[in-house]
């Protein structure tokens, strides 16, 4: 079983950085993902990185200010956040999935095909 552990959440002002890791347990998993949740509203994918660290996607409300990466050495995975705006504050989880396609397809920005999630950290932007 892989357990995650997600920190580096906190409240900034609009502008400003936060860098959050999301530290893995027991087995690796082949791809890792950041999901939010903002209150009163779903659940939505941020970004995605494959196992190799070669590939990653973003969702267009954060493209260009977010950056995820990972070190396999410490099965540690990162949302470098910069530029943060008083949207992007949410509940942030990080998830883990054995098998994630990053095709055309786009099922690397789907919630059901992750398999280990975090408890999640808070991001708090104002204004």
């Known amino acids: 079983q892989v357990q995650l552990v997600e920190s580096g959440g906190g409240s900034v002002q609009a502008g400003g950085s936060l860098r959050l890791s999301c530290a893995a347990s027991?087995?690796?998993?082949?791809?890792y993902g950041w999901f939010r949740q903002a209150p009163g509203k779903e659940r939505e994918f941020v970004a995605a990185?494959?196992?190799?660290?070669?590939?990653?996607r973003y969702a267009d409300s954060v493209k260009g200010r977010f950056t995820i990466s990972r070190d396999n050495a410490k099965n540690t995975m990162y949302l470098q956040m910069n530029s943060l705006k008083p949207e992007d504050t949410a509940v942030y989880y990080c998830?883990?999935?054995?098998?994630?396609?990053?095709?055309?397809?786009?099922?690397?920005?789907?919630?059901?095909?992750?398999?280990?999630w975090g408890q999640g950290t808070q991001v708090t932007v104002s204004s």
């Open positions: 990185v494959s196992w190799s660290g070669s590939t990653t």
């Open positions: 998830a883990a999935g054995v098998r994630v396609l990053f095709d055309s397809g786009g099922r690397y920005s789907r919630a059901e095909e992750y398999d280990y």
């Open positions: 027991g087995r690796t998993s082949s791809s």
